[in-house]
């Protein structure tokens, strides 16, 4: 057990450039989270795949958010023309079925910075 | 909508003792899940403890127990004999059970920093 792994760990932008990070959750586990935390604030979920179907996109998650699981495995958060509010720490989170009390497990995060 | 409260934003312990972080939550539903997790300073998310809404018993997992009061709508997580590793954010965590509801997402309170004192 690896653990999911997120890349980059840091981010730093311009304003106006677009970024991409990557998820690699847990090997078999088809359930896959993003999660956006900002400084002071808990977690605040943006969308969610079973394998590799988008089946719940949060109204956080702009027309400037995309996020893609193809083929089920990996997956990419782009924020294209990027903004200063979007400065935040980005978590993916795997799980092996889809419970509802079930265990997340979470990535150590991207941390965006957008200067 | 769901709203997760924890009303301490900072804790402290002594090592060894006994400490409870608070959390309350509003919710008109009634069959739903509640979770605390801890957040070390390197970030990664883990799961502490669970509880099931139409449990009547309390969670426990080795020294950390809820004390979970349904009517009240109160969760709050008890750590006995604190340890230096215990030191970490722990968020109140909130997941509603109604199928064909938001049910997929976990609804975080803003967190508590808990530090132990050697």
């Known amino acids: 057990d690896t653990g999911v792994s997120q890349n980059p760990r840091h981010k730093i932008t311009k304003r106006g450039q677009n970024v991409t990070f990557r998820c690699d959750p847990i090997s078999e586990h088809n359930r896959l989270y993003w999660y956006r935390q900002t400084l002071g604030q808990g977690p605040e979920f943006l969308t969610y795949?079973?394998?590799?179907?988008?089946?719940?996109k949060s109204r956080l998650l702009s027309d400037r958010f995309s996020a893609e699981r193809p083929k089920g495995s990996f997956s990419t958060l782009e924020i294209q023309r990027t903004e200063q509010g979007d400065s935040a720490m980005y978590l993916c989170?795997?799980?092996?079925?889809?419970?509802?009390?079930?265990?997340?497990?979470f990535g150590s995060g991207t941390q965006l910075s957008v200067l | 909508a769901q709203t997760v409260t924890q009303s301490q934003p900072e804790m402290s312990v002594q090592e060894a003792e006994t400490v409870t972080l608070s959390c309350t939550y509003d919710t008109s539903e009634s069959d739903y899940y509640l979770f605390w997790y801890k957040q070390p300073p390197s970030r990664q998310m883990i799961l502490v403890i669970r509880q099931e809404a139409y449990k009547q018993q309390n969670a426990t997992e080795n020294r950390f127990s809820v004390n979970f009061q349904k009517a009240a709508k109160s969760f709050s997580l008890k750590i006995s004999d604190s340890q230096l590793g215990d030191a970490a954010m722990y968020f109140c965590?909130?997941?509603?059970?109604?199928?064909?509801?938001?049910?997929?997402?976990?609804?975080f309170g803003k967190g508590t920093l808990l530090t132990v004192n050697p």
């Open positions: 795949f079973q394998n590799e179907a988008q089946l719940e």
């Open positions: 989170a795997s799980s092996p079925q889809f419970l509802l009390n079930e265990k997340l497990f």
């Open positions: 965590a909130y997941r509603s059970a109604v199928s064909g509801g938001s049910n997929y997402k976990l609804t």
